[in-house]
């Protein structure tokens, strides 16, 4: 290995350790010990086992996991780290009665989490009903509190052109945020802050019913998926999601600090282009409704740069 790829591989590692080191922050966890070794555990073992008195054995409490909210009463507790010993539901069991209005009334001007107190308004997901595709980021900016939209500052612009880049137009598509509420100085929301606003996302995808999902970032990666890896270990590969196809990729704030991952981001959301593209929507009935590229977008995408599209 050369002391480039060596110096890149231990800069990754680094990366991910701060990701995993704040992830723990938020869980309130200040130390973390070193693994034991096995004689270790087991003398610990034996020793619990000879100093406490025996106990009934109780039945494991089952803890569900997060996305099984998507059709529940937003007010019902939310699992943290979700349970994986119960089956997937499938997009069928997604199904709901429930439109969008409905989800933004029970919303409300929702005071449910400390981040009420800062924001100007709650910045629920907009775009087609009935889009087939779905973008996912992390909150709202100051554009956002502002204008009540998601994703319209210097962030919003590039995945506007994102969008275009692909063949639909941003009336389209549907946009939307893990959190409504923006976080003071646009920091990151806590796991607590997330956890009580995502149950209203899971409503909407259950609702809408895309037939992709991009999430970007890994705020949203991880509060959408049961998965702990850091976005780079998973963009470009799709995931699933009750049966929906879901496309993890960068934010498009991270792609305004390192225009070097356009590219990555590009490759990524061919992906979903190709995809639509071949795939018809199992839940539309007639063509008129379905979102195709025609021969002569095509082309036009395809004669100018890929790349042109993201700067």
């Avoid at 080191?21 to 270790?40: D, I, M, N, Q």
Wanted: hydrophobic fraction near 35%; charge should be neutral; aromatic fraction near 6%.
């Amino acid at each position: 290995m050369s002391i480039d790829a060596a110096a890149n591989e231990l800069l990754e590692l680094l990366r991910e350790t701060r990701e995993y080191s704040r992830y723990f922050g938020e869980l309130g966890v200040e130390t973390v010990e070193p693994a034991k070794t096995p004689e270790a555990t087991s003398a610990v073992r034996e020793t619990r086992t000879k100093t406490r008195p025996l106990q009934a054995t109780a039945k494991p409490v089952e803890i569900a996991h997060p996305a099984a909210v998507a059709v529940s009463e937003s007010n019902q507790q939310d699992s943290l780290f979700g349970d994986l010993a119960q089956p997937k539901s499938s997009l069928a069991q997604l199904q709901t009665k429930e439109s969008m209005e409905d989800i933004w009334r029970d919303i409300g001007d929702c005071t449910r989490c400390g981040l009420c107190e800062g924001r100007t308004q709650v910045v629920n997901t907009y775009g087609n009903h009935k889009a087939r595709l779905m973008f996912v980021g992390e909150a709202p900016g100051a554009e956002e509190d502002a204008q009540g939209k998601p994703f319209v500052g210097r962030a919003g612009q590039l995945l506007t052109k994102i969008i275009e880049a692909i063949g639909f137009k941003r009336e389209e598509v549907l946009i939307g945020n893990v959190n409504r509420c923006r976080p003071p100085g646009n920091r990151q929301p806590t796991l607590e802050e997330a956890s009580i606003c995502r149950p209203f996302l899971f409503r909407e995808i259950a609702a809408v019913q895309p037939d992709v999902i991009v999430v970007m970032g890994n705020t949203a990666l991880r509060n959408l998926l049961e998965v702990r890896e850091g976005i780079t270990r998973v963009r470009g590969q799709f995931q699933d999601f009750r049966g929906i196809k879901v496309m993890p990729t960068f934010h498009p704030a991270y792609l305004l600090r390192d225009p070097s991952k356009k590219r990555e981001t590009w490759e990524d959301l061919k992906k979903v282009r190709d995809y639509l593209d071949t795939t018809p929507s199992p839940r539309l009935d007639s063509l008129a409704n379905r979102t195709f590229i025609s021969d002569a977008l095509r082309a036009n995408l395809l004669a100018r740069s890929e790349i042109a599209h993201l700067r």
